[in-house]
């Protein structure tokens, strides 16, 4: 089976700074893009930022100038720093990968468990 591994996330202060990462474990082919959503209460799920299998990264207009998103193509593990925080980051975020298990795979959506990240003071 393929899991999505997170980790960081926590509460912190508007203007303060967290890092998440994300890293496949099990068995798998490719891993292809691997990008960060999150969602808040009452709210749709969305995009945060993404990043491409040579590292090409995409972030959303929201977050743009103070979230980054980072990929070591070795071990495809992906970073979502995130600085200068505000109350409206408040969210559950998600870790995102499409994954061929196998060769012949076209690939599938993963999804990891969510971290909490609570911006307030």
């Known amino acids: 089976q393929v899991h999505l591994v997170e980790s960081g996330g926590g509460l912190v202060q508007p203007g303060g700074s967290l890092r998440l990462s994300c890293a496949p474990s099990?068995?798998?082919?490719?891993?292809?893009?691997m990008g960060w959503y999150r969602q808040a209460p009452g709210k749709q799920r969305e995009l945060v930022a993404r990043i491409t299998s040579v590292g090409t990264p995409d972030v959303a207009d929201s977050v743009k100038g103070r979230f980054t998103i980072s990929r070591d193509l070795a071990n495809d593990t992906i970073w979502l720093q995130m600085n200068s925080l505000k109350p409206e980051d408040t969210a559950v975020y998600y870790c995102?990968?499409?994954?061929?298990?196998?060769?012949?795979?076209?690939?599938?959506?993963?999804w990891g468990q969510g971290t909490q990240v609570t911006v307030s003071s």
């Open positions: 099990g068995t798998f082919d490719s891993v292809y893009v």
């Open positions: 995102n990968a499409d994954i061929a298990v196998d060769y012949d795979d076209d690939g599938s959506d993963f």
